[in-house]
């Protein structure tokens, strides 16, 4: 299964992702997309679609997570055209809550996706799969970390 990610409109659904730079925001998300491909192989497909420049991101070399810029066009336009071109659009999910993608991708044979519905997912696949757990001054301590990294202070 591949998924396509209507990145802006989950990242606006992500509590903690709230009240950050849109920098971070994008990071975040990516991030914990990796994780839950590194949990759940059903993740191993994933396209975020951003609109905008790639310039406003440093490209990530590693990423198992395909990340798409729009480049003036909106990242609802790029959504369609991925499902458009594709000869197996059953065999795509888009993840989104934005009424006009719905629309498109259900006449065209792809499967929608709500933002709170693939979230859900994407918590219990990492939550079952993991055999630690950290407890909430570890988790704190790694945010002030990667927020320090994120922001290059």
Request: aromatic letters at 8%.
């Amino acid at each position: 299964m591949k998924y396509i990610i209507d990145g802006y409109n989950v990242i606006h659904q992500i509590e903690q992702l709230k009240g950050k730079r849109l920098r971070s925001q994008r990071e975040g998300l990516i991030g914990l997309l990796e994780a839950a491909q590194a949990q759940n192989k059903r993740f191993r497909d994933l396209t975020i679609v951003f609109d905008g420049q790639s310039d406003v991101l440093a490209p990530r070399i590693h990423s198992t997570v395909k990340i798409i810029f729009t480049r003036g066009k909106s990242a609802d336009k790029k959504i369609k055209e991925i499902v458009d071109a594709s000869s197996f659009a059953r065999d795509i999910s888009v993840i989104s809550d934005d009424r006009e993608i719905i629309s498109f991708i259900s006449s065209a044979g792809a499967k929608k996706i709500s933002v709170d519905e693939f979230l859900k997912k994407v918590y219990r696949s990492q939550n079952r799969e993991s055999s630690f757990k950290l407890d909430q001054a570890q988790v704190c301590k790694i945010n002030q970390e990667l927020e320090k990294l994120w922001l290059n202070e």
